[in-house]
């Protein structure tokens, strides 16, 4: 078996652990899968993320652990010829990515890295179907003039989208993200002492460009010289998230080295690398290390930022000076803050609370919930929706009703979209939300 990511981290796992029983077929890829030690916490009622699939289902097969006995039962068979039996095939298709495990269990199980060299190695074998190419190529595709104009008439014509899902199994029940009219351009680089590198991903870019110039106003006014990095396949670079989540590594590798060498000479300079959408900025901390671009990778995951954790590191170090504050409210309801699952995975919830507790007058809420079952295009399959929407009704539901006039932040953009397909009032990114509390100095 030929390995598509970079797994020589786990070279020595499980070396003298008699409970590792690593398998024959897979080298350092089996041995990340080997770290469970079958505690089965992950199959246990507990706050957190880990792991919605197996919350919504109650089935152990689709728990971390559960799908780490079928892939250590396939692998020890001579030329894992059972790999890719359906009952491994729909455990690791249910598995949405959310990256709860690999900080929640105690041997940090990372399925949601082990799920993209499982597909890699299955579409390898099998062939990419055309409903997973189209999303890969999703950056590419939106910088083309008639997408916008296909997906809003799809939204607004039933017969286009149950045409949809005849054709490409996305369910007609949903609505599809609808990029703004307008994509984000970059403006002149604005004047500043300390120096800042935005990176615009694809998805910020070409749907949530107010997320974008709301960051821009927040930096700018907090006095920061801003330099643009543009995502996006009409700009030149993109972080190549959607083709690593449909199992096609190649081309993301290819795709990260291009942004590696545009961020490169900022992350040598000591500039930080900060971003909007969870699942982009994230990307370089974490898939980043797995393409085997060593040293000059890890130079990139210590700069990239998500910009609560910016503000937050700045707050400390005594840099930002920019106050924000909430005018007089009597009758507001508690600000609701959701959580994109990769925020928790990397620990970045703490960074947001500290931000917002930093807004005067500001009364807030943690929604305490696991992933909100969109995940991507996971909540836009047919045959993924119900799933998906049971996810979301875990706790991310119960509690917008709960609090129906709240304002809701939520930084993910698959978050946002989820929100809206259960009719709820639009949320906003946190970029946006304290762009609209800034302070006069005094």
């Known amino acids: 078996m030929k390995l598509k990511l970079d797994w020589s981290q786990y070279e020595n796992a499980g070396m003298g652990d008699a409970y590792a029983d690593i398998p024959k077929i897979g080298g350092d890829w089996a041995k990340a899968i080997a770290v469970c030690i079958g505690s089965q916490q992950c199959q246990r009622p507990h706050k957190g993320v880990m792991c919605p699939s197996f919350r919504v289902d109650g089935n152990p097969l689709l728990s971390p652990g559960g799908r780490v006995k079928l892939l250590k039962s396939a692998l020890n068979q001579p030329g894992a010829t059972t790999l890719y039996d359906p009952d491994i095939r729909a455990a690791m298709d249910l598995c949405v990515s959310c990256k709860g495990c690999k900080r929640e269990c105690e041997n940090e199980v990372d399925m949601a890295a082990i799920k993209a060299e499982y597909l890699a190695q299955y579409y390898a074998t099998r062939g990419w179907p055309l409903r997973a190419r189209l999303f890969a190529a999703l950056p590419r595709l939106l910088s083309l003039a008639p997408a916008a104009a296909l997906i809003r008439r799809r939204n607004r014509n039933p017969w286009l989208a149950r045409l949809g899902e005849r054709w490409l199994g996305l369910s007609a029940a949903v609505s599809w993200p609808e990029p703004q009219a307008a994509a984000f351009a970059a403006p002149p680089q604005a004047e500043g002492n300390q120096g800042v590198v ?133 009758d507001a309801q508690p600000i609701l803050v959701h959580g994109h699952c990769w925020q928790k995975a990397a620990g970045a919830m703490k960074s947001m609370r500290k931000v917002l507790k930093s807004v005067t007058g500001l009364e807030f809420e943690f929604i305490e919930s696991s992933c909100c079952g969109m995940a991507g295009q996971f909540g836009l399959e047919a045959e993924h929706r119900e799933t998906s929407r049971q996810m979301a009704e ?47 100095t005094p």
């Open 394 to 440: 875990l706790a991310l539901y119960p509690a917008l009703r709960q609090h129906p006039r709240a304002a809701v932040v939520a930084n993910g953009f698959s978050c946002q979209q989820q929100i809206l397909n259960g009719g709820f009032a639009p949320p906003r990114h946190l970029a946006e939300f304290l762009a609209a509390l800034i302070s006069p």
């Open 198 to 330: 935005l990176f615009v991903d694809t998805f910020s870019r070409h749907f949530q460009p107010r997320a974008v110039e709301a960051a821009l106003r927040l930096l700018s006014a907090a006095g920061y010289r801003i330099t643009i990095v543009n995502g996006g396949a009409d700009a030149g670079l993109c972080c190549g998230r959607s083709h690593y989540a449909n199992g096609q590594i190649e081309t993301a590798r290819r795709l990260a080295g291009e942004l590696i060498t545009a961020l490169t000479p900022h992350a040598q300079a000591g500039t930080p690398i900060v971003g909007l959408e969870p699942s982009c900025i994230l990307s370089l901390r974490d898939e980043y290390l797995k393409y085997g671009f060593g040293d000059a990778a890890k130079l990139i995951a210590a700069r990239a930022q998500l910009l609560e954790e910016f503000i937050a590191h700045e707050q400390n170090a005594g840099r930002w000076r920019l106050p924000f504050a909430v005018g007089s409210q009597p």
